[in-house]
């Protein structure tokens, strides 16, 4: 069972930039999807980007593509989504969230077995 831990969120100004970290904990984790999702208060958890358990392949939401960016490397167990030009509307809990033995990257909340605690991301305007 993998254990996944997330850290960069922060409070950074509108159009600026922001770095996420998932730390996985299984030696196996290059047999595992990842995604990324979050959650604004009072609002249902949302699907942000995933990424195929080689990295070859990313998916993104609408909402966020040609300004974030994941990527992985596996010989560390880490999956990072780099966030530029932060909108306000993306202030969210960012959760990241693994599925294992699953080759192509998945955009449901219901796709993924494990998940981390998140961390917050706020954007002033």
């Known amino acids: 069972q993998v254990q996944l831990v997330e850290s960069g969120g922060a409070l950074v100004q509108a159009g600026g930039s922001l770095k996420l970290s998932c730390a996985a904990s299984?030696?196996?984790?290059?047999?595992?999807?990842v995604g990324w999702f979050r959650q604004a208060p009072g609002k249902e958890r949302e699907f942000v980007s995933a990424?195929?358990?080689?990295?070859?392949?990313?998916v993104y939401a609408d909402s966020v593509k040609g300004r974030f960016t994941i990527s992985r490397d596996n010989a560390k167990n880490t999956v990072t989504l780099q966030m530029n030009d932060l909108k306000p509307e993306d202030t969210a809990v960012y959760y990241c969230?693994?599925?294992?033995?699953?080759?192509?990257?998945?955009?449901?909340?219901?796709?993924?077995?494990?998940w981390g605690q998140g961390t917050q991301v706020t954007v002033s305007s």
């Open positions: 990424t195929s358990w080689s990295g070859g392949l990313s």
């Open positions: 299984d030696r196996l984790f290059n047999r595992y999807a």
């Open positions: 969230a693994a599925e294992y033995n699953t080759g192509f990257p998945r955009n449901g909340v219901g796709s993924y077995s494990y």
